[in-house]
């Protein structure tokens, strides 16, 4: 299943409007619900898979974390690279195996980034993610599923994949995502996959959050 997405002109784009005011971002909900029940209490060593805005990034920095930021926009990783304990760079996420000294990692954390992906570079991603963790490290995933309204909207591309605004989305098969990973050998700690996750303006899709610990 190689549809390598095509869609990083659209993301620098898109991060290009924002950049004035990227430091004042605030954190998503996932982001927030890790720290607020403590997964963040003792100094944690974490890497975001495609960062974005880097407003989680930023977040999880002022939250006793050394942060590892990737993400395919130059743009904005060059901006996160001024931040305190955030170390940043451009790269594909799905092939990590690239860098041989991003290793040892308290946490994984993906945000909106596994719908972002073909499923290839999802398998390359979580056997990664397993290999690149601490003993009792934690995968964090959250991601749109199959039972988003937005899936079935536009041009469809195949295993899952359409074209709707401009830019690719996979919406992920929550259950069978979780069975891979358990498969890979991780220990599923959290699955939720509902809506009032990811609430944005008039927007409240449904979607998958996942933790996973090895």
């Known amino acids: 299943m190689n549809k390598k997405f095509q869609d990083k002109d659209y993301w620098i784009e898109y ?14 909900p996932f982001a927030k619900y890790l720290v607020e029940n403590k997964y963040l209490e003792k100094p944690k060593k974490i890497i975001e898979l495609g960062c974005g805005n880097g407003r989680d990034s930023i977040y999880f920095s002022k939250n006793n974390s050394l942060v590892t930021a990737v993400d395919q926009c130059e743009n904005t990783t ?3 690279n001024e931040c305190k304990n955030i170390d940043s760079f451009p790269a594909d996420f799905t ?10 990692f308290d ?7 596994i719908h972002s992906i073909d499923e290839n570079g999802e398998d390359r991603t979580l056997n990664w993610a397993y290999d690149s963790l601490v003993n009792g490290g934690l995968l964090c995933i959250e991601a749109r599923t199959t039972k988003d309204p937005l ?21 992920v098969d929550a259950k069978r995502l979780k069975k891979k990973i358990e498969s890979i050998g991780f ?5 939720l996959e ?13 979607v998958l959050r996942l933790i996973a610990q090895k």
């Open 107 to 113: 946490i994984v954390y993906s945000r909106f980034t």
């Open 194 to 206: 509902s809506n009032g996750l990811a609430k944005y303006k008039n927007e409240d899709p449904i």
């Open 78 to 80: 060059k901006l996160l």
């Open 151 to 171: 899936c079935g909207k536009g041009e469809y591309k195949g295993d899952y994949i359409w074209f709707f605004n401009n830019h690719h989305r996979r919406f």
């Open 95 to 104: 092939n990590l195996s690239a860098f041989p000294d991003l290793i040892s």
């Open 15 to 28: 991060y290009e409007r924002n950049l004035n005011n990227l430091k004042n971002n605030p954190p998503s």
């Open 187 to 191: 220990n599923i700690k959290y699955f």
